[in-house]
């Protein structure tokens, strides 16, 4: 029996012993490889790598924290290994680095593994792109420590896989193994265990942005426990437990169960932009100050066309301008092959300033003045969707005179309502032609008998802020029936069809009507508003449904595969930008405290408390949270940011950053009471401004003196 009694894992002060107690116990210990629950952990540690800590086209630095597993257990490393450019380990005891490799050799694996502590790791700041770790901070005195550290050595933009013990196990687990370790069953000693509010508190703490909850399997502790038992002592008896593993595997699908059993894993990155980074840009630039990162662009761009390079008619990404018009955006997304979605004559400009020609736009929007459909014919535009009879008449009538023929398609009105706006009327179906009165096809035919109008095309925008593929469904049904009444009718077919943008993002909450009323319950009885708003959105089960069902309405229409064209805004730019903003006042008052900042609702006007949940952080070096209420400067009420959120207590002088704010932020924001800010981009190693700090002058520039 290991003498467990006479070292406690997490007692400090201890450190030669810690090595010497996990090499004896590694040199005692029986494998559990074989047993039925240890698959079952396996199969989920392997779905976590592959989901979280993956890349498309492969590669990467992956670090292990620990090669326990790997040398006692179903060895995780032997099934991932090949994803990546370099596979590295780091355990604390001799023993289980020379048992793990030696294993992992004998299947030519190569993995580099060092014997050290994970609080102080011998590697660079900023080396792996992904680290997993599964069972294994919670046994030292202080796990925030290897946290911090797990974050120093992780790239910008990299992702860990951080499992811990749950502290709420349905099936009291925690206090199980604490009564188990205070009698010498378990042999390992007590260990940690944590809520997610805790795990949240600290790994944001240290700097990382969470992006999911979940866990590697859903199984009572005392079926795991069992299974162990039966694995070093019985092992023929571990079929008794395998029918009850299965069951556990089967309820392993429902993500709520996962992450709710006995280990939980959070899945966190370390933004490009942190907190060190933050006060460094903020010093040399001032606040109030949006930072943008170019990587984040080009990797959601990217992500967008991998997913669509395999259907059929091909595929063009465009990018909706009005999102973000500032020209260093619209350059990156030149430089990336985008299109660009215009919709005012300022977008078409601002388009042509970045250095697109005609045929790298595509027109669209509301209202369309005859000197916007001029300057669309003169640039020679690839297409331009028409909204109504009105607009049909006048390009027309624009494109004779200058004796051209145009390249047009047809916006169907899609009358979707907009969440929680709804209640206000606010929907979409003032945009584009209806098909249920007649207009659209009214439309069709006015642009049939032109001899100045080709019609090629078909666009539906499906709404906003989407996750699901649904409505893009319904859109796809929408697009594909027209398609076959112009066919039928007037013998058209179409060759372009666009379903518009409309995806949300993943770190973003767009509140309900039932968040807002928890929201109001939280603040009616003293309750903190906290909200997991990090909800994955699946960018491959999007396209592969719009693609199917494409496919299954084309060949039910008997019509031919068209080109496909997406236009989103917020999913391109909607992430790459974050705001910096100064505490310029606090105030503790009779209801709650209070954190002033530099700027509000004048540079976040679609960030309000009704409508978006952001993640705030304040720069500062503690884990303490309290209930924090978040405000602009400006002298209007309704300036606020957030309400009762837990966060660090902050001082006059410190930052704050204000995360996801690439989308409609800066092209809304305006001059009440403060001028504009100023935008950094990030690229390359590199920062600069790409759009100045908004002056005095500037405000007042277009003003015009009287007598």
């Known amino acids: 029996m290991i003498p467990h009694m006479k070292f406690n894992p997490l007692e400090s002060g201890l450190e030669q012993q810690r090595a010497e107690f996990w090499d004896i116990y590694s040199k005692q210990f029986a494998s559990l490889a074989k047993a039925p629950s240890s698959l079952l952990l396996l199969s989920g540690s392997i779905e976590l790598c592959n989901k979280h800590l993956r890349r498309e086209e492969g590669g990467g630095k992956f670090l292990k924290l620990d090669l326990w597993d ?7 490393l032997s099934h991932i290994w090949q994803n990546y450019d370099e596979v590295h380990a780091i355990d604390l005891s001799p023993d289980v680095v020379a048992k793990a490799i030696a294993r992992l050799k004998t299947d030519n694996i190569p993995v580099r593994g060092v014997v050290g502590d994970m609080r102080a790791m011998p590697y660079q700041t900023d080396t792996f792109d992904f680290i997993f770790t599964m069972g294994t901070i919670e046994h030292i005195p202080k796990p925030i420590e290897a946290m911090r550290e797990i974050y120093r050595v992780l790239k910008p933009g990299g992702r860990a896989v951080i499992g811990v013990p749950y502290k709420y196990e349905w099936f009291g687990k925690s206090i199980a193994l604490d009564i188990f370790a205070y009698l010498g069953i378990k042999s390992d000693g007590r260990e940690f265990s944590f809520g997610w509010r805790q795990l949240s508190t600290e790994l944001g703490s240290c700097g990382f942005r969470i992006e999911d909850r979940d866990g590697p399997y859903f199984i009572p502790w005392i079926i795991r426990a069992m299974d162990w038992f039966f694995a070093q002592n019985m092992p023929r008896l571990c079929l008794l437990v395998l029918p009850l593993v299965k069951i556990c595997g089967y309820l392993s699908k429902y993500k709520y169960l996962r992450s709710h059993s006995s280990q939980i894993v959070a ?8 907190s060190p980074k933050a006060v460094e840009l903020a010093k040399k630039f001032g606040t109030p100050l949006f930072v943008t990162n170019r990587s984040t662009l080009v990797k959601n761009v990217a992500r967008f066309k991998r997913v669509f390079k395999d259907y059929a008619g091909g595929f063009t990404l465009c990018y909706s301008a009005k999102t973000n018009s500032q020209l260093e955006i619209l350059r990156t997304m030149r430089q990336e092959n985008v299109v660009a979605e215009v919709c005012s004559r300022l977008d078409m400009s601002g388009a042509l300033k970045a250095g697109y020609n005609g045929k790298e736009m595509i027109y669209e929007g509301l209202t369309k003045t ?17 909204e109504s009879m009105d607009e049909a008449i006048r390009l027309e009538e624009l494109a004779r005179s200058k004796n051209c023929k145009v390249d047009v398609g047809i916006r169907l009105a899609f009358p979707s309502k907009t969440g929680v706006k709804s209640l206000l009327g606010v929907t979409y179906d003032r945009f584009g032609a209806s098909v249920i009165n007649g207009e659209a096809l009214r ?22 802020n989407q996750r699901s593929v649904e409505k893009y469904l319904v859109g796809v049904d929408l697009i594909t029936e027209f398609m076959k009444l112009i066919k039928d009718k007037f013998s058209i077919d179409i060759t372009l069809i666009n379903l518009g943008g409309g995806i949300g993002l993943a770190g973003v909450r767009f509140y309900s009507i039932i968040d807002l009323g928890v929201n109001f319950i939280r603040n009616l009885v003293g309750l903190p508003i906290h909200w997991n708003n990090w909800r994955e959105i699946d960018f491959n089960k999007i396209a592969e449904a719009i693609k199917e069902r494409l496919r299954e309405r084309l060949r039910e229409y008997n019509l031919k595969t068209p080109h496909l064209m997406m236009e989103p805004g917020r999913a391109l730019v909607g992430d790459s930008t974050d705001l910096l903003l100064g505490v310029v006042n606090t105030k503790k008052t009779d209801t709650t405290n209070w954190i002033i900042l530099d700027g509000g609702t004048n540079l976040l006007p679609v960030l309000t408390l009704f409508s978006e949940y952001h993640s705030i952080e304040i720069c500062v070096n503690q884990t303490h949270r309290q209930k924090i209420s978040v405000a602009g400067p400006l002298l209007y009420s309704a300036d606020i940011l957030a309400s009762n959120r837990l966060l660090p207590p902050a001082k006059i002088g410190d930052l704050a950053i204000i995360r996801d704010v690439g989308a409609y932020c800066i092209a809304q924001s305006n001059q009440f009471l403060y001028p504009r800010a100023a935008t950094v981009f990030l690229a390359n190693d590199n920062e600069y401004i790409i759009q100045r700090r908004e002056t005095l002058e500037d405000v007042y520039s277009r003003d015009v003196t009287t007598d």
Not at 71 to 76: D, S
Not at 267 to 274: A, Q
């Open 267 to 274: 899945i966190v990155e370390k933004p490009f932009l942190d």
């Open 70 to 76: 790997e040398a006692h257990h179903t060895a995780t």
């Open 370 to 386: 005859n000197h916007e459909l001029t300057l669309a014919l003169d640039s020679d535009v690839r297409i331009i969707n028409i």
């Open 443 to 464: 439309i069709a035919k006015f642009i049939n008998e032109s001899k100045c109008l080709k019609l090629i095309g078909l666009h539906c925008h499906t709404g906003s």
